[in-house]
């Protein structure tokens, strides 16, 4: 777990003290992590298992959770928790068993409060799962306007 | 005698020639009757026009479902790939995803 993306280049006995602030949940096949909306007070880390991040659409009249992302070991979810206003802007389930680290933000604004350079690392690993995030669906945002320019100029 | 037999056969004769008359005539007047109906020509048979249909309304919604998600994962593929080495040929990559083809 230490090699988590939100811990990368934080020497191992770092990365524990970080991960030691939070608690691990395992959640049942099917079992919803946040809902879109909710207050956002912690962020996850993937151990083992999957994550689904869906949002919802409207399918032939009925809503329906629609995949937009699926995370698996190693990898964050829920940043929603360190950037205002704290919402949870999907909804995370687990398809399988999952075994998840919580990472609350008031311990870790203590702790970074505490260890700035760990805080630094922390926000440059965060700003990276952001900034990958930002410019692989500005890349499928941008192929469905080149289908929608396609269908409407045919 | 011989007066008697010439006129027994003149008599048979007209007699046969009255039946086979009057057989011709009803056979021709029969095939006058019911004349022959053309039955009408047979059309091949043509799909009734859809245009109006959409297509996507024939796919079970769970069907559907796998469809979007599938195409979901496939643009996530094509991105990522994207990413990986930015040019505007990988932008534009075709999916095999059914959503868009």
């Known amino acids: 777990m230490i090699n988590a993306d939100l811990l990368q280049s934080l020497d191992p006995s770092e990365a524990e003290r970080v991960l ?20 956002a007070d912690c962020i996850y880390l993937v151990d083992r298992g999957r994550i689904r991040l869906t949002l919802p659409m409207q399918v032939r009249s009925r809503e329906e959770d629609v995949l937009v992302e699926e ?8 940043w929603s928790a360190l950037i205002p206003p704290y919402r949870f802007t999907l909804t995370a389930r687990a398809p399988l068993e999952t075994e998840v680290i919580a990472l609350p933000r008031e311990a870790l604004d203590e702790y970074f409060a505490a260890h700035p350079a760990t805080g630094y690392a922390v926000s440059l690993n965060l700003s990276s799962v952001i900034g990958q995030r930002l410019q692989l669906f500005q ?16 | 005698m011989n007066m008697e037999m010439l006129l027994m056969g003149a008599v048979l004769s007209m007699l046969g020639l009255a039946v086979t008359c009057m057989a011709f005539g009803a056979a021709t007047r029969g095939a006058d009757r019911e004349p ?4 009408p020509a047979t059309k091949p048979s043509i799909p009734a026009p859809r245009f109006f249909v959409d297509p ?14 599938n ?9 990522e790939s994207f990413l990986q080495a930015p040019d505007s040929a990988r932008l534009h990559s075709r999916t095999t995803s059914a959503l868009v083809n």
């Open chain 2, 36 to 39: 022959v109906k053309e039955k």
């Open chain 2, 71 to 79: 195409h979901v994962r496939l643009e996530q593929a094509a991105a």
């Open chain 2, 56 to 69: 996507s309304r024939q796919v079970p919604i769970e069907a559907l479902l796998l469809q979007i998600e």
């Open chain 1, 139 to 154: 890349a499928m945002w941008l192929r469905e306007v080149q289908r929608m320019v396609e269908l409407r100029c045919a």
């Open chain 1, 71 to 78: 995370r698996s070991s190693g990898q964050t979810v829920g």
């Open chain 1, 20 to 39: 030691a602030l939070g608690r691990r949940m395992v959640l049942t096949s099917g079992a919803e992590l946040f809902h879109l909306g909710d207050a």
